[in-house]
């Protein structure tokens, strides 16, 4: 018998090493797990570069471009009515560092005001941390609708023989590196805290049964502590108290401690504020569109929207792009990724009279981005067209479209 335990805790041991060694490391960061309709009807990025995709630790790079929170938002998420926002970036735990971050011009180091329709074109200086080759995106959270992720770039971050640091200025003076500031007291913070938990887990789960022993605890009334059963006595309750006592004495020789280490304290700051409207925001519209419909051909992966556009401006305008989540498609003739193909011009002209267009975009991304909704309760596709005129005046115009279903 005993033998045979031992072959099935072995071979469990080797499988589990196996499955373990195996399994290729994750580096996505779920964006694809998120609905089409939430991904495509919430917030566009516009534009969105990246400054350098090597540095070093230490070196910096920024990550600029346009979020629009479109008008086509849903009713669902935060009462339809998104108001609170908080833009940030998105990497496998903390391999790099945001160290600065502008919207419409202005530092806004917290959360910010938005509205639906809102345009916030945005700067992100972003400071290499740990060596390795990270994925990282520009995300922005919404208070009740979570956060939404921007398109996302591989960004190396190679090693610096003088290693990394985090230098802030005080405003009472001096420079400390945030890396390793008041690390020790930190640790024993955390151990003592420690102890006191596993302690009294321990006391609770080894010598005593009312955690290992549930066919008993089962059976005990609520708000009865058991002792008539011998579960909790009063040798117990003493032990109890006195937890309690060393745990209060702990937060008490923390609080003078601290009380004396940092006499000059500053509250946390909590700013929220309404960033200023960026000029495109205030511009002429120079186009609108109708609701169109699409279809997708799987075969071939490709889209394909047509839509009744009017030109609202006085002089020819020209859709240069069209983008929608993580993906983005410039005018282009070649059937391709990223390429849109628009018939039959993509130069509208002006005139009272909507004119009837086709956007082609044959892209695999559709379907690996998952992008092309199948068995979702909003079958639609939505985004944004980018329009421009000769003279560079630019703006922007949602799209939406009903997608006829597929069953495949």
């Known amino acids: 018998m005993r033998r045979r335990i031992r072959r099935v805790f072995w071979a469990t041991l080797v499988a589990g090493a196996l499955l373990v060694g195996?399994?290729?490391a994750a580096s996505a960061h779920g964006e694809r797990a998120q609905e089409a309709?939430?991904?495509?009807?919430?917030?566009?990025?516009?534009?969105?570069?990246y400054s350098r995709t090597t540095v070093r630790q230490g070196e910096t790079f920024t990550i600029t471009g346009t979020a629009k929170i479109l008008d086509a938002w849903p009713t669902k998420l935060a009462a339809g009515a998104p108001n609170t926002g908080f833009m940030g970036i998105i990497a496998p735990g903390p391999v790099v560092l945001l160290k600065e971050r502008t919207i419409n011009g202005v530092s806004a180091p917290t959360r910010i005001d938005i509205r639906r329709g809102g345009i916030y074109e945005f700067s992100m200086t972003v400071a290499g941390r740990r060596p390795g080759r990270w994925h990282v995106h520009p995300s922005f959270s919404v208070k009740g609708a979570g956060t939404l992720l921007g398109p996302g770039e591989w960004i190396t971050v190679e090693e610096n023989p003088d290693g990394f640091t985090n230098d802030v200025q005080l405003v009472g003076g001096g420079t400390v590196n945030l890396e390793n500031y008041q690390l020790t007291p930190v640790w024993i913070w955390l151990i003592l805290t420690f102890l006191i938990g596993l302690a009294w887990m321990i006391y609770w789960t080894v010598p005593k049964r009312t955690v290992t022993n549930l066919a008993v605890t089962s059976q005990i009334p609520l708000n009865?502590?058991?002792?008539e059963y011998?579960?909790?006595t009063k040798k117990d309750h003493r032990n109890m108290n006195l937890?309690?006592?060393?745990?209060?004495?702990?937060?008490?020789v923390g609080w003078i401690w601290q009380s004396a280490a940092f006499p000059d304290k500053m509250p946390q700051q909590i700013i929220q504020f309404a960033p200023p409207e960026p000029a495109i925001a205030s511009a002429p519209a120079l186009a609108e569109s109708a609701v169109g419909s699409a279809t997708y051909d799987?075969?071939?992966?490709t889209l394909t929207v047509e839509t009744d556009i009017t030109n609202l401006s006085q002089e020819p305008v020209n859709l240069t792009q069209f983008t929608t989540t993580t993906l983005r498609f410039t005018t282009g003739s070649a059937a391709g990724p990223g390429v849109l193909q628009v018939t039959p011009d993509s130069t509208i002209q002006p005139g009272s009279a909507p004119t009837r267009v086709t956007l082609t975009m044959k892209d695999p991304a559709w379907e690996t981005e998952h992008l092309v909704p199948i068995g979702e309760s909003q079958l639609l596709v939505t985004g944004v067209m980018v329009f421009e005129t000769a003279d560079g005046q630019k703006n922007y115009?949602?799209?939406?479209?009903?997608?006829?279903?597929?069953?495949?």
Do not use: K
């Open 22 to 24: 195996s399994a290729p």
């Open 37 to 49: 309709f939430l991904r495509m009807r919430t917030v566009a990025w516009i534009d969105t570069t």
């Open 224 to 227: 009865t502590d058991g002792m």
């Open 230 to 232: 011998g579960l909790i």
């Open 243 to 252: 937890f309690v006592l060393g745990t209060v004495l702990l937060l008490v």
């Open 298 to 301: 799987a075969a071939s992966q």
């Open 397 to 408: 115009t949602e799209l939406e479209a009903n997608l006829t279903p597929r069953f495949d």
